[in-house]
């Protein structure tokens, strides 16, 4: 039973793993520019030229799928880099002082977790300017403070540990128990929510483009490509069904 509810799980890691290494690397499996347009190659249907077809522009479609992914997946991993380190630090900080530094620092954790995380994101791209950085910020405002919460409840049942209280009996200061007692035993389970969410900050990245948030044309994202070619639907489906 276990293996059946497990496999699904590895199948998708191995999917996820062979997209990235495909974005990774697409400038060795394509050879068309992704921003480069074709009047000669409009709206092709997938064939031996062009495998997935091209769109409106013709742009080769696989090409576009492939970088787009590089610039998706690039900014999902650095916004949730981001969101890691400063959820982190907010998270010990809070669990190991408590008190009023707790108090304060979790009402501002539970205000940014009251809203919404997608409006909050299309509000926060919408008064800033469209582009790559705008949607960084925008998934790190909505996406720390969970960070925070996690951390900060396993660093109050970490502190309360006999290896802290022989740390503290030694003579340690609270910077040096912190930094190599506390942190060292966070970051396995902070890594781990990291890898969890990493879709989430994908697809959030891609509804931003979609909106005409996100990164700009004629840069290709996931996103801004469902958006841009979803007017052909009906008369060439391959521009979306491969998307």
Not at 185 to 194: G, Q, R, T
Not at 215 to 225: D, E, K, L
Request: glycine share 10%.
């Amino acid at each position: 039973m276990i293996s059946r509810m497990e496999a699904p799980g590895k199948i998708a890691l191995v999917i996820l793993a062979l997209i990235t290494l495909a974005s990774v690397f697409a400038p060795f499996i394509t050879s068309y520019d992704p921003v480069r347009t074709d009047l000669d190659s409009i709206k092709q249907p997938p064939g031996s030229a062009h495998v997935l077809g091209t769109d409106s522009k013709g742009r080769d479609i696989l090409s576009r799928i492939l970088f787009g992914g590089r610039i998706s997946i690039g900014i999902a991993l650095l916004a949730g880099m981001s969101s890691l380190f400063i959820g982190l630090a907010a998270g010990l900080v809070s669990g190991y002082y408590g008190n009023r530094i707790d108090t304060v620092l979790m009402m501002f954790v539970d205000f940014v977790l009251s809203f919404p995380s997608l409006l909050l994101a299309i509000g926060i791209s919408v008064v800033l300017q469209a582009g790559t950085v705008t949607v960084v910020l925008a998934i790190v405002a909505v996406s720390w403070a969970s960070f925070a919460r996690l951390i900060r409840g396993h660093v109050l049942t970490l502190k309360e540990q006999p290896f802290i209280d022989a740390a503290r009996a030694i003579g340690c200061s609270d910077k040096r128990i912190i930094l190599l007692h506390i942190l060292p035993n966070c970051l396995s389970l902070s890594f781990v929510i990291l890898g969890l969410r990493l879709g989430g900050y994908i697809l959030t990245e891609s509804a931003l483009s979609f909106l005409g948030l996100g990164v700009q044309p004629p840069m290709p994202t996931w996103g801004s490509m469902i958006s841009i070619n979803r007017a052909y639907i009906l008369s060439s489906p391959w521009m979306v069904r491969v998307n």
